[in-house]
Nanobody
């Protein structure tokens, strides 16, 4: 069973940066990954996806500010978030997909507020 441990998040001022990370257990060499966000009172939305083979996707609201990446050999995934805005506030979750099965991080709160 794959376990995913998520870290990062917290309270930051508008314009600041944060990095979220997820570490998956086990010997994982091939996987796709995605980052999701659930803002207060809203449904969860896909904000970035990075397939092993294919194009990276970012939702319009984070393009140019967020960067999703992975370290394949270490089964680590990251979300670098720059120029954070109050509307980026929400619970962020990573998803790692292995052979069609999804494994989720526990979610972490990001609050952007002055």
């Amino acid at each position: 069973q794959v376990q995913v441990v998520q870290s990062g998040g917290g309270l930051v001022l508008p314009g600041e940066s944060l990095t979220l990370s997820c570490a998956a257990s086990g010997s994982i060499t091939l996987f796709d990954m995605a980052w999701w966000r659930q803002a207060p009172g809203k449904e969860r939305e896909l904000i970035a996806s990075v397939p092993m083979f294919g194009n990276t996707y970012y939702t319009d609201s984070v393009k140019g500010r967020f960067t999703a990446s992975m370290e394949i050999g270490k089964a680590l995934v990251y979300l670098q978030m720059n120029s954070l805005k109050p509307e980026d506030t929400g619970v962020y979750s990573c998803e790692i997909v292995i052979n069609g099965a999804s494994y989720w991080g526990q979610g972490t709160q990001v609050t952007v507020s002055s």
